[in-house]
């Protein structure tokens, strides 16, 4: 009998050795996995939820970066804002698509979006002349303020 | 209704553009220029497009500028983009690359469907260098299509690859380009 037990308690203690070492295995393999995945990651964000640092109209944002541009460098760049403006254009130049917010007080500036492709139904139906608020990274300015990761945020609901 | 000298503005601004239009006509804009650089090394492989760039070219001059913000380059992979704006070319420090150049032996007809050369000054990461770019025109419509592409030798702008990283990167970046220039409004 205590033979047997003796056995059976080896028999055990082998499983559990393999276990052990099983589940090392996906450890290391779990890890491996997110390193690599974090690698590979691509530049697409979920910016929908991203902390948004800033509200402004196109025209206080353009006139920011006219009037200072270091100071607007550093307050908007790198930055995740919403801008409020009237769509100018939409074009779907270089396989994407774009919109460019004019601006009441500078007509020879614009905001341009760089917009994140999206299932939303809402965004077929935008037109020119329509007022909307745009969610996304603010990159800096030369003549135009450029955006990138755009989304189109519905502000019915606030 | 609108304030009579809002009219008065309006009839200004309208009689000042119609005033101007010959004049400005001659300049042509492209605000998503598109142009993208490849790194090729046997190590990895390097892609990144910028969607945003920046050209106004004057057709009466012959001069092209072009202007564009390096944060504003899309990499496949995020990590690249932070160590390409952080290390490389210290985006905060530089956030721009401009070039200011001429058509080579600009007439009239430079402009016309077929190859050109623009040789001008290329700024970026603080450093300045002359290049020669043969460039494709194609004329549609009102628009004008400029194509080319270039090398650019990354020790030529004083970018710094870590000793680690020197098989990642290539010596000579590629440099590919289209821009759809439309005529300048207002």
Redesign the interface.
């Known amino acids: 009998m205590e033979i047997f037990n003796r056995t059976v308690f080896k028999a055990i203690m082998r499983n559990k050795a393999y276990v052990t070492i099983f589940i090392m295995a996906l450890m290391v393999l779990a890890v491996s996995g997110y390193v690599y995945l ?6 697409v964000m979920d910016i929908a939820n991203y902390h948004t640092e800033d509200k402004v109209t196109v025209d206080e944002l353009i006139s920011m970066f006219i009037k200072d541009k270091r100071l607007a ?1 550093s307050a908007y ?2 930055k995740t804002i919403e801008v409020k403006g009237i769509i100018k254009e939409i ?1 779907y ?2 396989k ?1 698509q ?1 919109i ?1 917010l004019s601006s009441q007080q500078f ?2 500036s ?1 905001v ?1 979006c ?1 917009m994140l492709p999206t299932k939303n139904k809402k965004m077929e139906s935008l037109a020119i002349g329509d007022s909307i608020v745009v969610k996304g990274i603010c ?2 300015f ?3 303020v ?1 955006m ?1 990761n755009c989304i189109s945020i519905d502000t019915t609901s606030e | 209704m609108i304030p009579l000298v809002n009219r008065f503005l309006v009839f200004f601004a309208i009689l000042h553009a119609t005033a101007t239009y010959g004049q400005q006509n001659q300049r042509m804009i492209a605000r998503q220029g598109k142009l993208s650089f490849f790194s090729y090394t046997s190590v990895e492989n390097i892609e990144a497009t910028n969607n945003q760039v920046l050209s106004i070219i004057d057709k009466k001059e012959g001069t092209i500028g072009v202007s564009m913000l390096m944060r504003a380059f899309v990499f496949k992979k995020s990590l690249m983009e932070e160590h390409f704006n952080e290390s490389y070319v210290e985006s905060d420090i530089y956030p721009k690359t401009n070039f200011s150049g001429k058509i080579v032996d600009f007439d009239s007809e430079s402009l016309n469907n077929g190859v050109a050369f623009i040789k001008g000054n290329m700024e970026m990461h603080g450093a300045t260098k002359e290049i020669e770019v043969k460039v494709k025109i194609e004329n549609e419509g009102n628009k004008l299509v400029m194509t080319g592409d270039f090398e650019v030798p990354v020790a030529d702008f004083d970018i710094k690859v870590p000793p680690l990283l020197t098989p990642n990167i290539a010596k000579i970046i590629q440099v590919m380009f289209r821009f759809e220039y439309e005529p300048y409004e207002e």
């Open positions: 974090k690698f590979q990651e691509p530049s460098n760049v790198e074009n130049l270089n994407r774009t460019l007509a020879e614009f341009i760089d990159k800096g030369l003549s135009d450029v990138l």
